[in-house]
């Protein structure tokens, strides 16, 4: 019985751990983490903030690289000349001593680098000439922001039971500038005091490189770089370095080529780490490089690092900053490494952006186009101190006609001569200066950039094509191809010229604005006309999809092409139209690889067998995933609430960035799924991750919803008291999109989501749709109506208001107003007597304004005779407010609670239709 009471008590024992621990495991949330690949990035901007930069450089840049460098520091520059690198480059060279073993030939090192949460760049030595060091040897670097000096920290870690006898070397050589030239000769001394070797520069028209330790030294050496005789006291220290493990420790030399060092021996005990720190700075006077060393050698390494994560948190996290918080880290990680990489990417004195952190495909080129997404995106992030010096340096690159050259040198600001033109930055410019002033309210920087942002608009606005429904001026656009009606320029012009007309009422020129609102439309009909039509159309009417571009001699360039979703990206097509269903899924259908990676368009070569393929064939296979693209599809998917698909291309992208979480560069083979280096980390990519990122969160939306868009389709409509019946009759009707959540109450089922309209011979139709999908019943509070003011299609000059029935704004002054209550029965119309909206008559003839509770649909018909002084023809137009109005069930008061603009053409049988959208 003892036993049995024992082993009972046992099992009760056990089954309560199990339960314990099963009731753990439901009450603890299990974070997922997306892990990137085993690729490293090969090259990595670095800036203090103010007024330098480095970048580090792996021992290859690209497969192509022939170069003998190895991991290092490969520049340094200053604000006082950007245009000069004043390093050769700044290596560190190894000696195992008790193996005998010398790893002093750095290029055949490989690398790993990235930045971590808090902007350290961490790099790391992996294996040299493909074996395995006995040690592990790291080396972070923190250019600490504000201040003038990069300081490193070296981690030797021994891992053995043995102890191990290590040796390095630390050099710096300088990059004499007149060197193969007049030769003028540079000094370099060592100051003991300071435990620091300077290299005075100012011979040769440069400045001071300083390089400290932050511990005592086995040795020093400034050295006459060409010297390699090992008996010189001048002898290059690399020499001796190799020969023996030692340096000459010279304390001064003068000649054209000069490099420094310090070389130390210790012990690696087993099972522990060493540490060695060091200082580096550029200075245009020997008191301020000697001040900056004094600053980095008065406090430890170990600060400084802790210094540059404070100032990187609160940089990230300040006000006004978004973060983005999932339950898969590796996002958290991507997102913020993507902004750090960005922040050091920004040349500190103009706010200009490369296009990619390695030098060797692109150079230090800056493309318009590019760099203004990467602009929006810190917009987007909070980051509008940055933004707006970006866009500040970018209308002071405008031509004298509003465009912009494609490319501009990062160190000069100068043009740099690449495929011309592509005009999609004039659009990208537009947007991303609008949603600066939207999100930050500034009106000085409206007022400032005003000039410079008109001209552009203007250039789109003034330049259209001569059919009826024009297109906006070719150019060679993204992918910088061929000269066309691109989809992808249109879409941007579009989009632009949206946000020029909010720009344009800001500054209370609101028949700009309407100057804009025309252009605008006449694109987006023709991005929406078939192309089966003369003159044609973007849309590819046979295979269900937007073709890449119309030719400039009006054929159809019917390529599947990725870039052309930036039409959904940026709101031009409405993601829950059947359009843009139909064209994502065929995007999908031809270009999707590798799970959620999308190609530039069926049959890309670039990074395969294109002879002017960055790095040759590093893709291994044509159609290679451009992270940008499948972020495009991530931007869909939420505009249309899919949250689940979009997180799916969120962390494709994750899972196919560089070590530590590093953006990709342009493309991802779908061979080896590994990021392709000799673009990478390209901030344009990091930037549509933020903004993806930020949007799946309701924290970012770069959509622009036109404040007023032209309409017009000849199409008689049977309204019925059943409105659920009617419906289908609208399926090709255009509809324009209001924003959503913007009513005044925010109540949804009174916040527009889309209107339809069209005409016929007799009759102006109207469908609403609310954002809420239902509405009350009849004489239900909350009560609600449908109305439309209207000016007089004739323009007559009878009286207008513009201010509502109910004190709300309109969008201009009005002389009519037609509308039903909910509580009421009768369709009424009002106009304008003594600056009063008047109730005039009761229209009849026609079905009453209806609606579906079930759906929050709408529908009335307005014969256009009660809104014009004289008989309607084709061609006479009116502007129009669409309007939705509540009854707040307390105060029993009535408002405008949302409305949507148009300008609106009467049409007839056989006439071309103006589009928004097509259901």
Do not use: C
Request: hydrophobic share 35%; net charge negative.
């Amino acid at each position: 019985m003892v036993l049995m009471r024992t082993y009972k008590s046992k099992l009760a024992l056990f089954l309560a751990v199990v339960l314990t621990l099963s009731l753990l495991l439901i009450s603890v949330p299990v974070f997922a983490l997306t892990s990137p690949t085993s690729q490293s990035i090969t090259s990595l901007y670095m800036s203090n903030w103010t007024n330098a930069m480095n970048i580090w450089m792996a021992s290859k840049l690209s497969q192509n690289d022939t170069g003998t460098f190895g991991p290092r520091i490969g520049e340094m520059r200053i604000s006082d000349d950007y245009t000069t690198n004043q390093i050769v480059d700044y290596s560190s060279f190894f000696r195992n001593e008790t193996s005998s073993t010398k790893y002093d030939q750095p290029h055949n090192f490989n690398s790993e680098a990235y930045y971590d949460n808090n902007g350290i760049l961490r790099t790391k030595y992996l294996d040299y000439s493909g074996t395995n060091m006995p040690i592990t040897v790291t080396k972070d670097f923190a250019m600490v922001p504000n201040d003038n000096f990069t300081v490193a920290t070296f981690t030797f870690t021994n891992p053995t039971g043995s102890a191990i006898d290590y040796n390095m070397l630390e050099q710096i050589h300088v990059n004499n500038k007149t060197k193969g030239g007049t030769n003028q000769t540079n000094t370099g001394t060592y100051d003991a005091a300071r435990n620091t070797l300077f290299v005075n520069m100012s011979n040769s028209g440069q400045y001071y490189v300083a390089l400290g330790a932050y511990q005592t030294m086995d040795g020093y050496q400034v050295a006459d770089d060409t010297q390699s005789s090992l008996a010189a006291s001048d002898v290059a220290a690399w020499y001796t370095f190799d020969n023996n493990g030692t340096v000459k420790s010279n304390a001064s030399k003068t000649a054209v080529d000069i490099s420094v060092a310090f070389q130390d021996r210790f012990t690696i005990p087993a099972n522990s780490s060493v540490t060695r720190s060091f200082v580096a700075t550029v200075r245009n006077s020997l008191a301020n490089a000697q001040s900056s060393i004094d600053t980095a050698r008065a406090q430890t390494a170990s600060y400084w690092f802790t210094q540059t994560g404070t100032s990187y948190t609160n940089w990230l996290t300040g006000t006004g900053k978004q973060t983005v918080n999932f339950t898969d880290t590796g996002i958290n990680d991507t997102y913020k490494r993507g902004l750090i990489t960005i922040k050091n990417s920004i040349q500190p004195t103009s706010g200009a952006m490369p296009a990619a952190t390695n030098p060797i495909a692109y150079g230090y080129k800056v493309w318009a186009r590019d760099s203004a997404v990467t602009a929006m995106a810190l917009d987007q992030a909070g980051f509008t101190d940055e933004a707006e010096k970006y866009w500040y340096w970018l209308q002071d690159r405008q031509l004298s006609d509003g465009s912009f050259k494609t490319t501009f040198d990062l160190w000069t600001n100068n043009y740099v001569s690449f495929v011309e033109p592509e005009h999609d930055s004039i659009g990208i410019f537009l947007i991303g200066a609008y949603l600066h002033y939207v999100k930050t309210g500034n009106t000085t920087f409206l007022n400032n950039i005003w000039t410079k942002y008109k001209k552009s608009a203007d250039f789109i606005w003034s330049n259209l094509g001569s059919d009826p429904y024009q297109f906006g001026v070719p150019d060679n656009s993204i992918w910088e191809e061929n000269v066309e009606y691109n989809a992808f320029t249109q879409a941007v012009y579009v989009a632009g010229l949206d946000a020029a007309q909010y720009m344009a009422r800001a500054k209370s020129l609101n028949s700009l604005a309407d100057d804009y609102n025309g252009a605008a439309s006449k694109i987006r009909s023709s991005i929406q006309r078939e192309d089966t039509w003369n003159p044609k159309g973007l849309w590819n009417v046979v295979n269900n999809y937007y073709n890449r571009a119309v030719t400039t001699s009006g054929g159809a360039n019917t390529l599947v092409d990725a870039s052309s979703a930036a039409l959904m990206a940026y709101g031009v097509v409405d993601a829950n139209s059947s359009r843009a269903s139909s064209h994502i899924n065929k995007i999908k259908t031809n270009l999707q690889h590798d799970n959620y990676g999308i190609a530039r368009y069926d049959g890309d070569t670039f990074y395969y067998t294109a002879s002017f393929s960055p790095a040759g064939n590093e893709a291994q296979s044509d159609e290679p995933s451009w992270p940008q693209m499948s972020l495009y599809m991530a931007l869909y998917h939420l505009d249309r609430g899919e949250t689940a698909n979009a997180l799916n291309y969120l962390q494709w992208v994750v899972s196919r960035t560089a070590v530590g979480y590093m953006s990709a560069g342009e493309a991802v083979s779908r061979i080896t799924l590994k990021p392709l280096p000799s673009t990478s980390v390209e901030p344009v990519t990091a930037a549509w991750f933020v903004l993806a990122a930020l949007q799946y969160e309701g924290k970012a939306d770069i959509r622009i919803t036109p404040p007023q868009s032209n309409s017009g389709a000849y199409k008689a409509i049977t309204v019925t008291t059943t409105v659920a019946n009617d419906l289908s009759q609208w399926s090709n009707v255009p509809y324009y999109v209001d924003k959503v959540s913007d009513s005044s109450s925010s109540s949804a089922a009174t916040d527009i989501k889309r209107v339809y309209v069209s005409n016929d011979a007799n009759n102006l139709y109207v469908r609403i749709k609310n954002n809420s999908g239902t509405l009350p019943g009849f004489n239900t509070t909350p009560r609600f109506g449908m109305m439309v003011y209207a000016e007089d299609f004739k323009h007559s000059a009878a009286s207008t208001k513009s201010t509502g029935m109910y004190g709300g704004t309109l969008d201009r002054p009005f002389q009519y107003l037609v509308g039903r209550w909910s509580d009421g029965t009768n369709l009424s119309k009002f106009n304008v007597q003594s600056g009063n909206w008047t109730f005039t008559n009761h229209i009849t003839g026609v079905t009453i304004p209806q609606w579906d509770t079930t759906t929050g649909e709408m529908e009335m018909v307005i014969p256009l005779s009660q809104l014009a002084s004289s008989a309607v023809t084709t061609g006479d137009f009116s502007n129009l407010n669409i309007v939705l109005i509540r009854q707040n069930p307390s105060t029993l008061a009535w408002t405008e609670d949302d409305r949507i603009a148009l300008n609106y053409r009467i049409m007839t049988t056989g006439e071309a239709w103006y589009y928004g959208n097509v259901e």
